[in-house]
């Protein structure tokens, strides 16, 4: 009589090759592949993955979108970019990604905030018989704004604390990463298309410090931009280490203070680039494992998750 092993067969909606390919073709307009929509159709998604090499059936496509926490009816909103150089930006980034030396140093680059201090929600092991309960009106203990860089090769972050989000804000940002990357021959700097990400005064400050003039007198490195395409936050990598921070110390939080706040966010972020100063093929295996996608670029990405992003 024949042996039959038995084994548990698994499914296209659970093979990462399949999740990839997915949300690789949501993120792009459909006129990316020669459908003349501006949003997807179920039909429409399912014919060009199959013509992509990947033939997977329209309820494994519904599976595989709602497991990542989002509803089709958003993805006008939230998975597609509308920009008509989507797949021109995209293939840039790969570019200098696939060619970075290691002299070079590329930086995706966002804000986290403005968000309140005060009791927030979310679940909580609690004992039998107990209920736990977050005031209806609260009053803030103060905001703020984290304003950061990731180094995408080294999963390093630098950060700090900002009133507002503009423009002076940004050079902020560029001046501390020209210091501490001085020593490197190339700085990319990536970001979404927050108006003040791309003002005229911070492409003046870059064209400044690309000057003969000024690198000879401080020493600086090279500084290139490599902005994402418009309404493509998911494919900004340091959203997704937001997100793991806002699940670890923001989540379910209830802070004395801003201050006590800061100190939980400094802790959170020294013991994160120190984890991956000592593990730097590891990313997203401690407490930063809550981060929704790991610290490298993909078009697959889902970055922005969009219960903790702001």
């Not at 966010?265 to 590891?282: A, G, L």
């Amino acid at each position: 009589m024949p042996f039959y092993q038995n084994r548990k067969e698994v499914k296209k909606f659970e093979q990462s090759k399949y999740k990839d390919a997915v949300f690789k073709v949501l993120h792009a307009p459909p006129s990316s592949y020669g459908i003349n929509r501006t949003t997807w159709r179920m039909e429409d998604l399912y014919y060009t993955l199959r013509q992509e090499g990947f033939p997977i059936c329209k309820p494994y496509i519904r599976k595989i979108t709602k497991d990542a926490g989002y509803r089709y009816l958003k993805a006008k909103k939230v998975l597609t970019s509308t920009d008509p150089e989507y797949q021109e930006k995209l293939q840039e980034i790969t570019r200098i990604l696939s060619n970075l030396k290691p002299n070079e140093k590329f930086f995706s680059i966002d804000e986290y905030g403005p968000f309140a201090i005060k009791i927030q929600g979310g679940k909580s092991l609690v004992a039998p018989g107990e209920e736990k309960t977050i005031p209806q009106w609260q009053k803030s203990k103060g905001s703020l704004i984290i304003t950061g860089a990731l180094e995408l090769s080294t999963n390093q972050m630098t950060y700090f604390y900002s009133e507002k989000k503009d423009t002076e804000e940004m050079i902020k940002l560029l001046d501390i990463l020209l210091e501490e990357y001085k020593e490197d021959e190339r700085i990319y700097l990536s970001w979404d298309a927050a108006s003040w990400h791309a003002s005229q005064k911070l492409y003046e400050k870059v064209e400044k410090v690309n000057s003969s003039e000024y690198k000879e007198n401080h020493k600086t490195p090279i500084v290139e931009l490599a902005p994402l395409p418009s309404c493509a936050q998911f494919l900004n990598v340091i959203e997704s280490v937001f997100s793991g921070m806002a699940r670890a110390i923001i989540h379910n939080s209830n802070y004395p203070s801003v201050e006590d706040c800061k100190r939980a966010v400094d802790r959170y972020f020294t013991e994160r680039n120190q984890h991956f100063k000592e593990n730097p093929k590891r990313a997203g295996n401690k407490i930063w494992g809550k981060e929704i996608t790991k610290a490298e670029f993909s078009e697959s990405n889902n970055c922005k998750d969009p219960r903790y992003c702001r």
